[in-house]
């Protein structure tokens, strides 16, 4: 074998070794990579169930502050102004966790640092569901008010020109206000609901 065919042949095993190496890189690097897309599905999956999880103490807040805001709603009907007032009251401190419990969460999604579609979406509906709570807490301030003002008008001696039921009416306008904003906070949220279900069905 001449020392020109051995140069050959050590430069053909160099380029073997060369190519070996990088064809063993880059199935390393793309190992890498699919395992890094495995652990970040995994903790995107994993973030949005403990979200679920902490809804289920959320919804114990909206479920209080809904049959309080019922039980006002009673009260105007009957035209109980003093429990209406009380009920709304402890309406709105439930409607206040409902919405610290939900900017919570929130915080806490944020935190993962994923950059992903379905955290965005996610992240949107927490959003809205803020909305909707925040807007029953200014409801029942509001209602609260009216109830204030009907209890003087019909329930003590005033006089031919007071305001008193004007001013409960003007609260009324208002409140029915904040329950419009509610509402189409929840169609938002209906909407954005039924993204995160196509997103999700996408990547399972």
């Given at each position: 074998m001449t020392t020109e065919t051995k140069n050959k042949n050590v430069k053909l095993l160099g380029y073997a070794f060369s190519i070996g190496i990088l064809v063993l890189s880059i199935l390393l690097l793309l190992s890498l990579v699919a395992f890094a897309d495995s652990q970040k599905e995994n903790n995107l999956f994993a973030g949005i169930l403990k979200a679920e999880m902490?809804?289920?103490k959320i919804s114990i807040?909206?479920?209080m502050a809904e049959r309080y805001y019922a039980?006002?709603?009673y009260d105007y009907e009957d035209g109980n102004y003093k429990s209406l007032e009380t009920n709304c009251r402890l309406a709105r401190e439930?409607?206040?966790q409902e919405s610290q419990g939900y900017k919570s969460i929130k915080a806490e999604i944020k935190s993962l640092g994923i950059k992903d579609n379905l955290i965005d979406i996610y992240v949107n509906t927490l959003d809205e569901l803020i909305i909707i709570s925040n807007s029953m807490f200014e409801a029942c301030e509001h209602f609260e008010s009216v109830?204030?003002?009907?209890?003087?008008?019909?329930?003590t001696n005033v006089p031919?020109?007071?305001m008193s039921y004007d001013m409960g009416s003007r609260e009324i306008e208002?409140?029915?206000?904040k329950i419009k904003e509610h509402d189409y906070a929840v169609e938002r949220y209906n909407n954005l609901l039924e993204e995160f279900k196509v997103?999700?069905?996408e990547k399972l």
């Amino acid at each position: 074998m001449t020392t020109e065919t051995k140069n050959k042949n050590v430069k053909l095993l160099g380029y073997a070794f060369s190519i070996g190496i990088l064809v063993l890189s880059i199935l390393l690097l793309l190992s890498l990579v699919a395992f890094a897309d495995s652990q970040k599905e995994n903790n995107l999956f994993a973030g949005i169930l403990k979200a679920e999880m902490d809804f289920s103490k959320i919804s114990i807040d909206n479920q209080m502050a809904e049959r309080y805001y019922a039980e006002a709603s009673y009260d105007y009907e009957d035209g109980n102004y003093k429990s209406l007032e009380t009920n709304c009251r402890l309406a709105r401190e439930y409607y206040l966790q409902e919405s610290q419990g939900y900017k919570s969460i929130k915080a806490e999604i944020k935190s993962l640092g994923i950059k992903d579609n379905l955290i965005d979406i996610y992240v949107n509906t927490l959003d809205e569901l803020i909305i909707i709570s925040n807007s029953m807490f200014e409801a029942c301030e509001h209602f609260e008010s009216v109830a204030r003002y009907y209890e003087i008008y019909y329930n003590t001696n005033v006089p031919y020109d007071d305001m008193s039921y004007d001013m409960g009416s003007r609260e009324i306008e208002m409140m029915n206000d904040k329950i419009k904003e509610h509402d189409y906070a929840v169609e938002r949220y209906n909407n954005l609901l039924e993204e995160f279900k196509v997103e999700l069905k996408e990547k399972l």
